[in-house]
C-alpha cells in the first residue's frame, strides 16, 4: 500500500507525466523508421519499471535482428534513474549513477547457453554487458551532457536514442549468424 511520500511523488509525477509523454511521443517518431526496417513489432510508447529505475518504450524484433527465435528479442529505450531501482547495477563498463538515457537489447525466455556470451564477445563501443537480467547490452548517456532547455533535450534524446538503434541494426545481425 502507498505511504504519504508515495503518494506525494505521484503527484509530482502526474504534474511532469505530459511533459514526458511528449517527449517519448518525439523520440518514437524518430526511431519508428528504424523500428519498422528491424520488423519490429508490439512498440509501447513508455512503462516505468521500478525494479531497475526506468521509464522506457519498447519493441520486439524479428530476424535477422533477434539473435535467435528460441526467445522473444527486445529493444527498448527511455531514461534511467539508478537510486530508482537496482537492476542493472553489474553493468560492465558501468552504467552512469546519475540519471541517463537509456538503449537496451535483450529477450525474455532465453534458453541456456543464450547468445549474452556471443553479445558479449562481439560488444560494440559504448556498450555495457549485463548479467542475469533480460537486457543484455545497454548504451547509456548521462543526462547532464544533454541540453537544459526541453525542447533542445527532447530533440538531443531522439536523435541520441535513433542514433543507437541505428548501431543495433548493423550488429544484430551479425550475432544472429554467429
Known amino acids: 500500500m502507498p505511504d504519504a511520500h508515495d503518494l506525494l511523488a505521484a503527484e509530482r509525477f502526474l504534474a511532469a507525466e505530459a511533459r514526458i509523454a511528449a517527449c517519448f511521443e518525439q523520440t518514437e517518431e524518430a526511431i519508428a523508421p528504424l523500428l519498422r526496417g528491424m520488423r519490429a513489432t508490439g512498440r509501447t510508447t513508455y512503462v516505468t519499471d521500478p525494479e531497475r529505475g526506468v521509464i522506457w518504450g519498447h519493441a520486439f524484433l524479428r530476424p535477422p535482428y533477434a539473435p535467435s527465435v528460441e526467445a522473444e528479442w527486445f529493444v527498448g529505450w527511455g531514461l534511467r534513474f539508478p537510486d530508482g531501482g537496482s537492476g542493472w547495477n553489474g553493468a560492465e563498463p558501468r552504467l552512469p549513477t546519475t540519471p541517463h538515457a537509456i538503449v537496451a537489447v535483450g ?14 564477445a562481439r560488444l560494440p563501443r559504448g556498450w555495457s554487458a549485463l548479467s542475469g537480467e533480460a537486457a543484455f547490452l545497454a548504451a547509456s548517456r548521462p543526462l547532464l551532457e544533454l541540453p537544459a532547455d526541453p525542447n533542445a533535450l527532447a530533440a538531443a534524446l531522439a536523435a541520441w536514442t535513433a542514433e543507437r538503434i541505428d548501431e543495433l541494426r548493423s550488429f544484430l545481425p551479425g550475432v544472429a549468424a554467429a
Open 107 to 120: 529477450a525474455s525466455g532465453v534458453p541456456a547457453g543464450s547468445p549474452s556470451t556471443v553479445l558479449r
